[in-house]
């Protein structure tokens, strides 16, 4: 069976960013999420509103001027109402991510940034959404609710790059996007032809929400999108997975198959990656 273990990650690796641009995702992240709670929800929208603002308020260190923000918020119809909430959440974000400068004052430059900090700001941020469901539902229906959102935030607002050959996930590695680059230890093999896989030993991701220590939110939030990713990378296809590192496992095991190829793909047993 072809191999290869990839020991590549780097705590303090960093990546150049327009500041503006991430600020901008993520909170337009959030008001995508509202947007498709209140379509959802409409009757216990304000209810959560409050929650979530409480929750959020938590995490602010620091509050930042918001004079420069009146452009920023005409994208935002939901936010834009909520000014209280809108503030709270740049603050929040900016706080997590330990920025202590304004980025809507450096729309314009490009700045080096560590990947923690950006991915610690946008998973917390999924986070908090996602866990102040537990206001207007029960942890079932909020965890599953989560999960069709991640699902459908994906196919919607999360672009991914397409891939022709099932081999490439194993074989392109070096063609990763620059946050994916230095954030994992793994090993990566060709299981069958027409199937591939990823031992993951140590994830970014995972080293951010760990500190959370709440499981069952963080994968709905965050490890849940990669069977959707899976088919919009190529909807030929699939991928198989029973654990991951946020469920507090020791390992995730990925296995991607093409299903013109193999119409199912049964996964590997635990003595398979034990041996691996």
Same mark, same amino acid.
């Given at each position: 069976?072809?191999?290869?273990?990839?020991?590549?990650?780097?705590?303090?690796?960093?990546?150049?960013?327009?500041? =503006?641009?991430? @600020?901008? /995702?993520?909170?337009?992240?959030?008001?995508?999420?509202?947007?498709?709670?209140?379509?959802?929800?409409?009757?216990?929208?304000?209810?959560? $509103?409050?929650?979530?603002?409480?929750?959020?308020?938590? $995490?602010?260190?620091?509050?930042?001027?918001?004079?420069?923000?009146?452009?920023?918020?005409?994208?935002?119809?939901?936010?834009?109402?909520?000014?209280? @909430?809108?503030?709270?959440?740049?603050?929040?974000?900016?706080?997590?991510?330990?920025?202590?400068?304004?980025?809507?004052?450096?729309?314009?430059? /490009?700045?080096?940034?560590?990947?923690?900090?950006?991915?610690? !700001?946008?998973?917390?941020?999924?986070?908090?959404?996602?866990?102040?469901?537990?206001?207007?539902?029960?942890?079932?229906?909020?965890?599953? =609710?989560? *999960?069709?959102?991640?699902?459908?935030?994906? +196919? *919607?607002?999360?672009?991914?790059?397409?891939?022709?050959?099932?081999?490439?996930?194993?074989?392109?590695?070096?063609? %990763?996007?620059?946050?994916?680059? +230095?954030?994992?230890?793994?090993? *990566? #093999?060709?299981?069958?032809?027409?199937?591939?896989?990823?031992?993951?030993?140590?994830?970014? %991701?995972?080293?951010?929400?760990?500190?959370?220590?709440?499981?069952? #939110?963080?994968?709905?939030?965050?490890?849940?999108?990669? =069977?959707? !990713?899976?088919?919009?990378?190529?909807?030929?296809?699939?991928?198989?997975?029973? /654990?991951? $590192?946020?469920? +507090?496992?020791?390992?995730?095991?990925?296995? %991607?198959?093409?299903?013109?190829?193999?119409?199912?793909?049964?996964?590997?047993?635990?003595?398979? %990656?034990?041996?691996?």
């Amino acid at each position: 069976m072809k191999k290869e273990t990839m020991n590549t990650y780097n705590h303090n690796s960093k990546m150049d960013v327009n500041l =503006f641009n991430l @600020l901008e /995702q993520n909170i337009g992240d959030l008001e995508f999420f509202l947007c498709y709670l209140k379509q959802k929800e409409s009757e216990h929208f304000t209810k959560y $509103l409050v929650h979530l603002e409480q929750n959020l308020v938590k $995490l602010v260190t620091s509050s930042f001027m918001k004079e420069d923000t009146i452009n920023f918020l005409g994208k935002l119809d939901i936010l834009s109402q909520h000014i209280s @909430l809108f503030t709270t959440a740049i603050d929040a974000y900016l706080s997590i991510c330990g920025f202590d400068y304004h980025p809507m004052s450096l729309s314009n430059q /490009q700045t080096s940034v560590y990947k923690n900090d950006i991915l610690r !700001g946008m998973t917390f941020l999924r986070y908090y959404q996602a866990v102040s469901l537990l206001s207007i539902m029960n942890k079932p229906k909020a965890i599953q =609710f989560t *999960k069709d959102y991640v699902d459908y935030h994906a +196919e *919607k607002r999360r672009p991914v790059e397409k891939v022709d050959c099932i081999d490439d996930i194993i074989d392109k590695t070096d063609e %990763w996007p620059a946050l994916f680059d +230095e954030s994992f230890c793994l090993t *990566k #093999f060709k299981y069958t032809e027409g199937a591939v896989g990823y031992k993951t030993y140590k994830c970014r %991701w995972h080293e951010m929400v760990k500190e959370l220590k709440d499981p069952d #939110f963080c994968y709905a939030a965050i490890c849940h999108y990669d =069977f959707r !990713g899976a088919s919009l990378m190529n909807e030929k296809f699939v991928l198989t997975r029973n /654990q991951t $590192l946020i469920q +507090e496992k020791p390992y995730c095991d990925f296995v %991607w198959h093409d299903k013109t190829i193999h119409k199912t793909c049964e996964h590997p047993d635990e003595s398979f %990656w034990e041996k691996l």
